[in-house]
Protein backbone atom coordinates (compact mmCIF):
# COMPACT_ATOMS: atom_id res chain seq x y z
CA UNK A 1 0.00 0.00 0.00
CA UNK A 2 1.26 3.40 -0.80
CA UNK A 3 -0.09 6.74 -0.25
CA UNK A 4 0.92 10.12 -1.64
CA UNK A 5 0.08 13.99 -1.61
CA UNK A 6 -0.53 15.93 0.93
CA UNK A 7 -3.64 17.67 3.21
CA UNK A 8 -6.30 18.16 0.69
CA UNK A 9 -5.85 15.47 -2.19
CA UNK A 10 -4.16 11.62 -1.55
CA UNK A 11 -3.10 8.77 -4.06
CA UNK A 12 -3.88 5.34 -2.33
CA UNK A 13 -2.87 2.65 -3.93
CA UNK A 14 -1.97 -1.06 -3.70
CA UNK A 15 -4.16 -3.16 -0.92
CA UNK A 16 -5.78 -1.63 2.07
CA UNK A 17 -6.05 -4.34 3.99
CA UNK A 18 -4.98 -5.60 8.31
CA UNK A 19 -1.44 -5.58 7.16
CA UNK A 20 -1.30 -2.00 5.68
CA UNK A 21 -4.20 -0.14 8.15
CA UNK A 22 -1.84 1.04 10.74
CA UNK A 23 0.53 3.16 8.37
CA UNK A 24 -2.74 3.94 6.58
CA UNK A 25 -4.58 5.39 9.19
CA UNK A 26 -1.89 7.42 10.81
CA UNK A 27 -1.14 9.03 6.97
CA UNK A 28 -4.63 9.75 6.77
CA UNK A 29 -5.28 11.57 10.32
CA UNK A 30 -2.45 13.15 9.71
CA UNK A 31 -3.93 14.59 6.19
CA UNK A 32 -6.94 15.29 8.10
CA UNK A 33 -5.79 17.03 11.05
CA UNK A 34 -3.17 19.47 8.63
CA UNK A 35 -5.71 20.91 6.77
CA UNK A 36 -8.99 22.29 5.42
CA UNK A 37 -12.07 21.96 2.98
CA UNK A 38 -12.68 18.49 1.41
CA UNK A 39 -9.90 15.53 1.65
CA UNK A 40 -10.22 13.60 -1.93
CA UNK A 41 -8.75 10.32 -1.86
CA UNK A 42 -8.26 8.76 -5.16
CA UNK A 43 -8.08 5.15 -4.96
CA UNK A 44 -8.12 4.33 -9.21
CA UNK A 45 -4.86 2.34 -8.28
CA UNK A 46 -6.59 0.80 -4.85
CA UNK A 47 -6.26 -2.93 -5.76
CA UNK A 48 -8.05 -4.26 -2.88
CA UNK A 49 -9.35 -3.49 0.55
CA UNK A 50 -10.69 -6.02 3.07
CA UNK A 51 -13.16 -5.27 5.74
CA UNK A 52 -9.61 -3.45 8.21
CA UNK A 53 -8.97 -1.35 5.31
CA UNK A 54 -12.95 0.01 5.02
CA UNK A 55 -12.86 0.57 8.67
CA UNK A 56 -10.19 2.97 8.16
CA UNK A 57 -12.34 4.32 5.58
CA UNK A 58 -14.83 4.95 7.81
CA UNK A 59 -12.92 6.26 10.78
CA UNK A 60 -11.14 9.29 8.33
CA UNK A 61 -14.31 9.68 7.48
CA UNK A 62 -15.73 10.29 10.72
CA UNK A 63 -12.38 12.32 12.06
CA UNK A 64 -13.35 14.73 9.05
CA UNK A 65 -16.33 15.24 10.05
CA UNK A 66 -15.56 16.36 13.29
CA UNK A 67 -13.33 18.82 12.20
CA UNK A 68 -15.67 20.05 9.53
CA UNK A 69 -14.12 18.32 6.92
CA UNK A 70 -15.58 15.93 3.84
CA UNK A 71 -13.79 12.69 2.66
CA UNK A 72 -14.73 12.32 -0.81
CA UNK A 73 -13.31 9.49 -3.25
CA UNK A 74 -12.41 9.66 -6.30
CA UNK A 75 -11.93 6.75 -8.58
CA UNK A 76 -13.40 4.20 -6.36
CA UNK A 77 -12.62 0.56 -8.92
CA UNK A 78 -16.11 -1.72 -9.57
CA UNK A 79 -15.40 -4.06 -6.86
CA UNK A 80 -15.37 -1.82 -4.00
CA UNK A 81 -18.37 0.25 -5.33
CA UNK A 82 -20.21 -3.47 -5.05
CA UNK A 83 -19.08 -3.38 -1.65
CA UNK A 84 -20.53 0.10 -0.83
CA UNK A 85 -23.52 -0.61 -2.04
CA UNK A 86 -24.00 -3.92 -0.35
CA UNK A 87 -22.88 -2.52 2.78
CA UNK A 88 -25.50 0.88 2.38
CA UNK A 89 -22.41 2.97 3.18
CA UNK A 90 -22.35 4.59 -0.43
CA UNK A 91 -25.48 6.23 0.90
CA UNK A 92 -22.96 7.84 4.09
CA UNK A 93 -19.58 8.49 1.87
CA UNK A 94 -19.38 11.15 -0.50
CA UNK A 95 -18.13 10.12 -3.97
CA UNK A 96 -16.76 12.14 -6.55
CA UNK A 97 -19.61 11.31 -9.52
CA UNK A 98 -21.28 9.28 -7.33
CA UNK A 99 -21.97 5.13 -8.17
CA UNK A 100 -24.75 4.03 -11.19
CA UNK A 101 -25.79 1.24 -8.84
CA UNK A 102 -27.60 -0.33 -12.04
CA UNK A 103 -24.53 -0.94 -13.85
CA UNK A 104 -23.27 -2.72 -11.05
CA UNK A 105 -23.22 -6.50 -11.53
CA UNK A 106 -24.74 -8.00 -8.70
CA UNK A 107 -22.83 -9.72 -5.29
Same mark, same amino acid.
Given at each position: ????? +? !? ?7 R??? !? &?? %? ?7 ? %??? &? ?9 ? $?? +? ?12 ? !??? %? ?21 A??? !?? @??? @??? $? @???? &?????
Amino acid at each position: MHIRG +D !HSELVVGGRLDV !H &SA %ADARTALHT %AVD &SGDGDLVLDLT $GL +DSWDATGLGVIMGV !HRR %AGRVNRRLVLRGVPAQMQRLLVATRL !HR @ILA @IEG $G @IETE &SLPRV
